[in-house]
């Protein structure tokens, strides 16, 4: 399996300063300063990215699940809204998945929804979050 890589640099104080996150070879880089991570400026936050990376995950998964089932997905798109709470932590994540997958029932489609929140690698390695939310649709 893969081994993945990322860096962050930080400059200045916790207030003043700035820093810049970058994903693998640079195919992402992005600034992020207190005001980013706390407030509502510009920029990006670790919290954005934990969110990016358990959607892509979940999206993934379910789709594998799905095709495990002998179905092919059209799509699997999920978004996710990350809770950063005083301490400063990480209280909840909230993911909200809608898939378009053609001959898949309700049911059936719950229950891999269920399989991929608890087992999805990303899933797993934030399990110490408190609440982790999924809402999932399928679409006409």
């Known amino acids: 399996m893969a081994i993945r890589k990322s ?4 400059n ?3 207030k003043d300063g700035n820093g810049e996150m970058s994903i693998g070879a ?3 880089k992005g600034p992020y300063t207190f005001a980013s991570r706390f407030e509502e400026e ?3 936050n670790p919290e954005e990215l ?3 990376a358990h959607a892509g995950c979940f999206s993934m998964f ?3 699940l799905i095709s495990n089932n002998e179905l092919t997905p059209d799509k699997v798109e999920t978004s996710a809204t990350v809770h950063l709470e005083d301490g400063p932590t990480i209280t909840k994540i909230e993911l909200y998945c809608e898939a378009k ?4 029932n309700e049911e059936t489609f719950q229950e891999l929804v269920t399989q991929a929140k608890e087992n999805c690698p990303v899933s797993k390695a934030l399990a110490s979050v408190p609440e982790i939310i999924v809402t999932a ?3 006409n």
């Open 50 to 52: 934990i969110g990016a």
């Open 7 to 10: 860096t962050a640099t930080w």
């Open 42 to 44: 510009e920029g990006t």
């Open 26 to 28: 640079g195919t992402y």
């Open 62 to 64: 379910l789709s594998a």
């Open 12 to 14: 200045g104080t916790l």
């Open 137 to 139: 649709s399928l679409e």
């Open 101 to 104: 997958v053609p001959g898949i």
